[in-house]
């Protein structure tokens, strides 16, 4: 299985786990008398929306080149993420603006079986981010991490939740809007999570080199090619899944253009043959002064 069908693969995964969740979140909050459920059926369902959305990113990034995008569709997925991100912060919005419309309205305690419901959904939503993530780093998805992201986030709402339930079930009259604070206070770690969701979107958007590692993978490998005594520069840039390489290779000077040509070409055969996350290799052969 390719890294794109991989990741295809794990957004039906969430997709499916985001709409069990957010029915059985619904319910159980409605009938619990738990406002902070209710927030992660919320946010579920704007997961439900976000994953469909990568779904459609990672789809069209794997796309091939054409004449129009000499450079595939990869770009996509970082606007997609930033999409993910907008989804995130409208949940977390709507979140703390009904938490504290319920905190300055008298409601009844949660239910105690309601923790049982929390215990569950903490752990499938840590074990789903686990898989989500493991396959983001995988495939190189940025979208993918997003995605996982939203797992982690919904794991800390569930968690702030239970705290939230427990406090209100143990301090009794007085503390029932207990629950409504933990759902503000996770209305928050939602927003920074957004915000380290969109960091590294925004790194692939602008080209930043932060390939080090790779670049000096390529480095070495290049010298087992023949005819090849040195790289100089060597510059990266990630596009969905792949990445698009331009390196300069040293040869011997003395050699002719038909000769530099043909190990330009073996170096390039060579790299992505090696590298299966190589969408292309741009080669600028150097003399050995």
């Given at each position: 299985?390719?890294?794109?069908?991989?990741?295809?693969?794990?957004?039906?995964?969430?997709?499916?786990?985001?709409?069990?969740?957010?029915?059985?979140?619904?319910?159980?909050?409605?009938?619990?008398?738990?406002?902070?459920?209710?927030?992660?059926?919320?946010?579920?369902?704007?997961?439900?929306?976000?994953?469909?959305?990568?779904?459609?990113?990672?789809?069209?990034?794997?796309?091939?080149?054409?004449?129009?995008?000499?450079?595939?569709?990869?770009?996509?997925?970082?606007?997609?993420?930033?999409?993910?991100?907008?989804?995130?912060?409208?949940?977390?919005?709507?979140?703390?603006?009904?938490?504290?419309?319920?905190?300055?309205?008298?409601?009844?305690?949660?239910?105690?079986?309601?923790?049982?419901?929390?215990?569950?959904?903490?752990?499938?939503?840590?074990?789903s981010?686990?898989?989500?993530?493991?396959?983001?780093?995988e495939?190189?998805?940025?979208s993918?991490?997003?995605?996982?992201?939203?797992?982690r986030?919904?794991?800390?709402?569930?968690?702030?939740?239970?705290?939230?339930?427990?406090?209100?079930?143990?301090?009794?009259?007085?503390?029932?809007?207990?629950?409504?604070?933990?759902?503000?206070?996770?209305?928050?770690?939602?927003?920074?999570?957004?915000?380290?969701?969109?960091?590294?979107?925004?790194?692939?958007?602008?080209d930043?080199?932060?390939?080090?590692?790779?670049?000096?993978?390529?480095?070495?490998?290049s010298?087992?090619?023949?005819?090849?005594?040195?790289?100089?520069?060597c510059?990266?840039?990630?596009?969905?899944?792949?990445?698009?390489?331009?390196?300069?290779?040293?040869?011997?000077?003395?050699?002719?253009?038909?000769?530099?040509?043909?190990?330009?070409?073996?170096?390039?055969?060579?790299?992505?043959?090696?590298?299966?996350?190589?969408?292309?290799?741009?080669?600028?052969?150097?003399?050995?002064?």
């Amino acid at each position: 299985m390719s890294h794109k069908e991989a990741a295809i693969k794990t957004t039906y995964f969430s997709i499916i786990g985001n709409i069990c969740l957010a029915l059985i979140k619904g319910v159980a909050g409605f009938f619990g008398n738990s406002y902070a459920l209710i927030a992660d059926a919320i946010e579920s369902t704007t997961d439900i929306f976000s994953s469909l959305l990568v779904l459609f990113g990672l789809k069209y990034a794997t796309k091939p080149a054409d004449k129009k995008h000499p450079y595939g569709h990869g770009k996509i997925e970082p606007l997609v993420t930033f999409l993910v991100v907008g989804f995130l912060i409208f949940s977390a919005i709507i979140i703390a603006y009904e938490s504290i419309q319920n905190i300055n309205t008298p409601h009844k305690t949660p239910e105690p079986w309601t923790l049982i419901v929390l215990v569950a959904i903490i752990v499938w939503k840590e074990y789903s981010y686990k898989v989500v993530i493991k396959k983001s780093k995988e495939t190189g998805s940025t979208s993918l991490a997003a995605d996982a992201w939203h797992h982690r986030s919904d794991a800390i709402t569930s968690v702030t939740a239970f705290i939230g339930i427990t406090i209100a079930l143990i301090m009794g009259e007085g503390f029932e809007s207990a629950d409504d604070w933990a759902a503000l206070l996770a209305s928050g770690i939602i927003v920074y999570n957004s915000y380290l969701i969109f960091k590294p979107a925004l790194s692939e958007i602008l080209d930043e080199d932060i390939h080090e590692e790779f670049i000096e993978k390529i480095r070495m490998s290049s010298l087992k090619v023949d005819g090849i005594v040195g790289t100089e520069k060597c510059f990266i840039r990630k596009a969905g899944m792949m990445y698009h390489v331009d390196l300069h290779a040293i040869v011997d000077a003395t050699i002719s253009v038909k000769e530099g040509h043909t190990i330009s070409h073996k170096l390039k055969d060579a790299l992505k043959s090696e590298f299966d996350r190589i969408e292309n290799v741009l080669i600028h052969i150097e003399p050995n002064a």
